[in-house]
């Protein structure tokens, strides 16, 4: 908690990767929730993720629209490591859900292992 808002707990995350890294696949963060949680760090994540090389998706199902989340996803990728992120097209395009198949799909973008940093 900071304040009323229920924040990323980057440090739990540290003590959590230390004492269990082997045993984790993956961290997910989301970049869109309701109050009183805010956004997670997604690149304070990122940076864990490259340290700990554990995978990190990002859940940005309603973000795609929203320029303050894709510079912060942004970031996350250059200063971090991101392997996904995930969308949905029927909350960021507006697409009905079942009027076209392409609504029930999800859009992963996998950055590439190579990136510059």
Excluded: W
Excluded at 19 to 38: D, M, N, Q, W, Y
Excluded at 60 to 71: D, E, I, P, R, V
């Amino acid at each position: 908690m900071k304040g009323d808002e229920v924040v990323t707990d980057i440090e739990a995350m540290e003590v959590a990767l230390a004492e269990h890294g082997e045993k984790v696949l993956a961290i997910i963060t989301t970049t869109s929730c309701f109050a009183p949680r805010v956004p997670d760090a997604v690149d304070e994540v990122a940076k864990l993720c490259a340290k700990a090389n554990v995978y990190h998706v990002i859940n940005n199902a309603y973000g795609l629209q929203c320029s303050k989340t894709s510079k912060v996803i942004n970031r996350a990728c250059v200063v971090g490591r991101v392997d996904a992120i995930v969308c949905s097209t029927d909350k960021n395009f507006l697409v009905p859900v079942g009027k076209i198949d392409c609504s029930l799909c999800i859009l992963l973008v996998f950055r590439s292992s190579i990136a510059v940093r």
